[in-house]
């Protein structure tokens, strides 16, 4: 049984691409209705992969819970937050494209997001969803860092909204966080009160990534499965 103290946040990181045999067993600890869903990816690898992601998920919460994978019943908030009635865990997760990250705490609300960087239209994604003092910052950056500044900046959105628990339930231009991406990841204002912590994940130069944790902890234990 892996131990985890009041005070310390893991942020676990895995590749989703596996073989048939790896996704067949994953598989096994999904639900009918998981089964279901990843069934209706138009595109296979994108069902696959979110057969990996679930299933790694549960992989993980085994090892603090001791109990089997597929014995764990994950329930879902109004907004979409996942959560085990029985225990106090807290944790989140998201993935993108090959590449999926965890979060996980003994009871301080955590969100975490990963967003693989890809050509956008950045500047119209931040004149339509940025706060006005977001986009001014933005638009003084040179050209050539608008990109990484957007994806810098929304996956410390979304990590806020998913360690709330209120989604996009709440507008994303209602919470300030740090545009330029050489800066260190920060909530400059947002709407739900409370001590939030947030910090810039480096997981992999090709994604951006960014973690909250609510309340105070000691630090932040990272696990690598290639």
């Not at 893991?10 to 990843?38: K, Y």
């Not at 994806?151 to 300030?176: N, R």
Request: charged share 20%; net charge negative; with cysteine.
């Amino acid at each position: 049984m892996l131990m985890l103290s009041d005070r310390d946040v893991h942020v676990w990181s895995t590749n989703l691409d596996r073989s048939p045999t790896q996704i067949d067993e994953f598989r096994q600890f999904l639900t009918t209705q998981e089964c279901q869903r990843a069934a209706k990816f138009i595109n296979p690898t994108h069902g696959d992969r979110w057969i990996v992601a679930r299933g790694y998920l549960r992989q993980i919460l085994s090892q603090y819970l001791d109990r089997a994978p597929a014995q764990i019943v994950l329930t879902y908030s109004q907004h979409g937050k996942p959560a085990i009635e029985d225990t106090q865990i807290q944790f989140n997760l998201s993935h993108s494209r090959d590449r999926a990250i965890y979060a996980i705490s003994a009871k301080s609300p955590v969100g975490i997001d990963i967003e693989y960087i890809h050509p956008l239209p950045a500047a119209d994604l931040v004149d339509r969803f940025f706060s006005p003092a977001e986009q001014g910052i933005f638009h003084r950056l040179p050209l050539d860092r608008q990109q990484a500044a957007f994806f810098h900046a929304w996956v410390q959105k979304e990590a806020y909204l998913k360690a709330c628990g209120t989604g996009l339930s709440t507008p994303v231009d209602q919470i300030e966080v740090s545009i330029d991406p050489d800066t260190p990841a920060a909530i400059i204002s947002a709407p739900v009160a409370g001590i939030w912590q947030i910090y810039k994940l480096d997981i992999s130069p090709e994604y951006a990534s960014a973690i909250v944790v609510g309340g105070d902890f000691d630090k932040i234990q990272y696990f690598t499965d290639p």
